[in-house]
């Protein structure tokens, strides 16, 4: 995982494997809004991965709730200290929200929504630029 500064905020982005992109159709009973129906990504990553690419993740790591700072807990299962079940995310420690993947909030959480997705657009295969939108989109 990287993580960028975008307007003093934390930025992340991860090259997503096969085995997390499977773990976000896992997930989609467990989560607040799968769908992504609240404005909380452009309409260019209201899609299944909430991306441009859907191997690349670009979400903005601040907790809805309170404005903490996530973790990772990439590990799926128990091994991080995570319950069995775990598809692998983040956790925030604050009040114990999670997220998949993707960015999205899991129910029964303090956290009421999925983190946000920047606006971003690819000028390349291999550059990003964060705040930018290709024209017309
Ligand atoms: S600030 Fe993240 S759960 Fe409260």
Known sequence: MMTVEWRGKPVWIINRTEEM????????????????EEPQQPEYCKNDTRSIKPNL??????????GCSPGQK????????????????????????????????YKNKPAPINLPVPPHTYLSDTRLVIGE???GA
């Open 57 to 66: 993740m670009v979400v903005v790591g601040i907790c809805t709730h309170l």
């Open 21 to 36: 992109l499977q773990s976000l159709v896992k997930a989609a009973d467990l989560l607040v809004d799968p769908k992504c």
């Open 133 to 135: 939108e290709k024209k």
């Open 74 to 105: 990439f590990k799926t299962g128990a091994e991080e200290g995570m319950p069995p079940e775990w598809l692998g995310g983040f956790l925030c420690p604050c009040h114990g929200s999670t997220f998949d993947f993707a960015g999205r909030v």
